[in-house]
């Protein structure tokens, strides 16, 4: 007798505990938000289904993905590659697949056309279209107005095919709502893993005290910090340090300035933050969550930012810090904060990135999300005791 795979048991259901992920994660890719994401989101989901897990990795080089968004399929997910996710499908029976973003959303309706049965759960990294609307706002070119085409017929389909939608923030679920008339059906904050060293210490003898901003250079980031850097940074008690990929081109400008070091990329993140008085967060548009909020509550420093940095958190993550939109509230907030006696690791800082942004906690909703309910107690309590007894490295 034969059997369609993945299609039907003889109960005629496929069974949910087998997943296929797809996704862009790449190993030998910079390490920005998205990509820290995707690599913790194969990790929880690994987690979750063990052996059970099979990961489809759709490959790309940089010119190829800028081949592929301008012919309509952003993130390679082109006919000939959504073939090979289908076989996959068959040939390891899965009963759900997770996409791991919305600009792969061009697979999820061939997905639901040949396994009708077969869960879908597409997880969102923000809005795409409101973000590439914000590139195009930024430089408006034939390039970012097709790559804005693209990325919104793909997001459209994730949308009105996805049996499970998951956004980061009530925000982008709301903005999900209003573009195309389906909000999530699941909120998971950003989460990011823990790269905090051990031993650390509250105190740091021979400490500087400098503001620290951390990101790449994509168009939100690098129009907040020369914001920042003309309006706020010469008049600040306190120099600010720029780390980040790409940002070395800012030296150009503003390299001269006696209050202004721009680092660019560096290997060891953790030094920059030990020895930081606090981060700066001037961040004005785009979409999703910032991922170097979670990362300096994870370093357990305090944050200076703007509602836009502080879009999806928790109003504590705000309240442990300052909130600013201008330069008079930047520059009120950094005179407050040189003033304090901050110490080198805030344990209340980190204690807000263990509760809503470490690994336990995204593995523990994702198995509310993914898993039956007579498996999530379990999984939830193996999650922290693993959690608990691994080091930090």
Request: charged content about 20%.
């Amino acid at each position: 007798m034969s059997r369609h795979p993945a299609h039907c048991t003889l109960i005629g259901m496929p069974d949910p505990s087998t997943l296929l992920l797809v996704t862009l994660m790449d190993p030998d890719a910079p390490p920005g938000g998205r990509e820290l994401l995707c690599r913790l989101n194969a990790r929880v989901l690994g987690a979750l289904f063990s052996d059970s897990l099979t990961v489809h990795r759709l490959t790309r080089t940089p010119g190829a993905s800028l081949i592929d968004a301008m012919r309509g399929h952003p993130g390679g997910a082109d006919p000939r590659e959504t073939a090979r996710i289908l076989a996959r499908i068959g040939d390891v029976s899965a009963g759900q697949v997770f996409v791991d973003g919305s600009s792969l959303g061009h697979v999820v309706a061939p997905i639901k056309r040949a396994f009708p049965h077969v869960r879908v759960v597409t997880f969102f990294h923000n809005v795409e279209a409101r973000f590439f609307l914000g590139a195009v706002r930024a430089k408006r070119t034939v390039l970012s107005l097709r790559l804005l085409a693209a990325n919104y017929a793909a997001e459209r389909n994730a949308v009105r095919h996805s049996d499970a939608i998951i956004c980061l923030s009530a925000r982008d679920s709301a903005g999900l709502s209003r573009v195309y008339g389906r909000g999530a059906d699941y909120i998971s904050p950003i989460a990011i893993e823990d790269a905090l060293p051990s031993p650390h210490s509250a105190a740091l003898p021979g400490r500087e005290r400098y503001l620290l901003f951390v990101g790449g250079a994509f168009y939100a980031n690098r129009r907040g910090i020369e914001w920042f850097l003309r309006e706020v940074a010469p008049r600040s008690p306190l120099p600010t340090m720029i780390v980040g990929q790409g940002m070395e081109a800012l030296r150009a400008e503003f390299g001269a300035s006696a209050n202004i070091r721009i680092i660019g990329a560096v290997d060891d993140l953790a030094h920059c933050y030990a020895s930081a008085w606090c981060a700066v967060a001037p961040i004005f548009e785009g979409s999703g969550m910032k991922t170097k909020v979670a990362e300096a509550l994870m370093f357990g420093k305090r944050i200076i930012g703007t509602s836009e940095a502080f879009s999806g958190y928790a109003p504590a993550v705000a309240a442990a810090g300052w909130q600013a939109e201008d330069a008079a509230g930047f520059l009120a907030a950094i005179r407050d904060a040189a003033g304090a006696d901050l110490p080198a690791f805030d344990p209340a800082s980190r204690a807000l990135y263990v509760a809503a942004h470490s690994f336990a906690a995204a593995t523990n909703r994702m198995a509310k999300i993914m898993l039956p309910a007579t498996d999530r107690s379990r999984t939830a309590a193996e999650t922290m005791v693993r959690e608990i007894v691994t080091p930090v490295s």
